[in-house]
């Protein structure tokens, strides 16, 4: 029995130590910034980076019309926002502001047009930026690297 505990013991040694929660930081990391980064991409012509579609702003005018925003301010707002927040993730440069940020769109988006998709979607969303928000970007980011060279 005491080989079972010893070896649970190192076992959650590994896990909960600095290597294996930084894997996990750059999964959620990236599990939330593709969520936003497919998204932008709906949102702009294809073949530019900022030029967004008619069909964005289609779509702002009517099936987003909840969002308390003019249309002409939401439409680019959102898809600026789902393509920098990502890439900050992905970097892990500013993430808790950018979870933070993401956490904010994602409870307007739950509120203001699909209020019915808190427990097929929005929820596993809003975990995942908490965890980013309470735990920040790990070991394997630019967070932890600036970090580093400010203490040395």
Do not use: C
Request: net charge neutral; proline share 3%.
């Amino acid at each position: 029995m005491s080989s079972v505990i010893s070896l649970y013991s190192r076992l959650t040694g590994i896990l909960s130590g600095r290597v294996f929660e930084g894997l996990a930081l750059l999964f959620t990391r990236v599990a939330l910034a593709g969520v936003f980064w497919r998204s932008y991409t709906t949102k702009v012509e294809e073949g530019t980076w900022f030029q967004l579609s008619d069909i964005t702003y289609f779509l702002f005018e009517s099936e987003y019309a909840g969002v308390p925003l003019p249309s002409n301010i939401a439409a680019p707002m959102a898809t600026y926002a789902e393509f920098f927040f990502p890439i900050l993730l992905v970097l892990g440069l500013a993430t808790r502001f950018a979870s933070l940020s993401l956490l904010i769109m994602t409870l307007v988006i739950q509120f203001f047009v699909y209020p019915d998709a808190w427990w097929s979607v929005h929820l596993v969303w809003v975990a995942m930026a908490l965890v980013l928000m309470s735990r920040g970007a790990g070991v394997f980011s630019l967070d932890a690297a600036i970090a580093a060279k400010v203490k040395s």
